[in-house]
């Protein structure tokens, strides 16, 4: 069973074309979602926690936003390095469990 | 500042060998953890550590074992390797969730590229 499904798989984007990922969770007794940024080659780098619904966290251009059910990593106005991978993750009792993510391409 | 050092980066392997991949944190963190990372799949989690002295089981723990002797180190084995465990292996570290200090922040080591033919 899928604890977390995050889509797209990939999304190409013109240099400042806002646009939304989203990661949706099927785990019960949400204790945190998590947003990390993966380039290639390297390991992945933590962004966000959120740990209930109506929470929002910002850093720069991204900001987090969380429901019950799902998600949303908002990117506004990107810039060619925001291009990577960008994975969704939850904690599921002392472990943290990730989504497959999506490859952000942003073209200049 | 060294955070995760994971060594080898890279390893070519013979199936059936033994392989130990190393993993190294710095930051006293009581958490460690190993995932694995394929195309397609995302990262998985294999094995995990809340402190020294104790393990858990991940999501794919077959073939591989894991020990934590002290708080820095956390070595991952495959006994035995085979094709299916080429991949990119990935070791991190955090503050354990069990302290209540953890915040979800994992900290990733760079990874060891790891071929089984």
């Known amino acids: 069973e899928d604890q977390v499904t995050q889509s797209p798989e990939a999304l190409r984007l013109q240099e400042g074309e806002s646009s939304s990922l989203n990661c949706s969770y099927t785990?019960?007794?949400?204790?945190?979602l998590f947003w990390y940024r993966q380039d290639p080659g390297k390991g992945p780098e933590f962004l966000f926690t959120?740990?209930?619904a109506g929470e929002e966290k910002e850093k720069e251009r991204l900001k987090a936003t969380l429901t019950k059910k799902e998600s949303f990593l908002h990117i506004t106005a990107p810039k060619p390095e925001d291009s990577a991978t960008y994975l969704c993750?939850?904690?599921?009792?002392?472990?943290?469990?990730f989504g497959k993510g999506t490859r952000l391409h942003i073209l200049p | 500042i060294a955070g995760i050092t994971q060594a080898p980066t890279s390893q070519i392997l013979a199936a059936g060998r033994r392989m130990t991949l190393r993993c190294t944190q710095d930051m006293r963190h009581n958490a460690m953890y190993w995932y694995r990372q394929d195309l397609g799949l995302g990262l998985r989690l294999i094995h995990y550590?809340?402190?020294?002295?104790?393990?858990g089981k991940g999501e794919v723990p077959d073939g591989y074992s894991v020990s934590r002797a002290n708080t820095d180190d956390f070595p991952l084995t495959l006994a035995s390797a085979v094709p299916s465990q080429t991949s990119v292996y990935f070791c991190a570290s955090s503050d354990s969730f069990t302290s209540g200090a953890n915040t979800g922040e994992l900290f990733f080591g760079e990874g060891s590229r790891l071929t089984v033919l």
């Open positions: 785990v019960s007794g949400l204790r945190g």
């Open positions: 993750a939850v904690r599921r009792d002392d472990k943290i469990i």
């Open positions: 959120l740990y209930s």
């Open positions: 550590s809340n402190t020294a002295g104790t393990t």
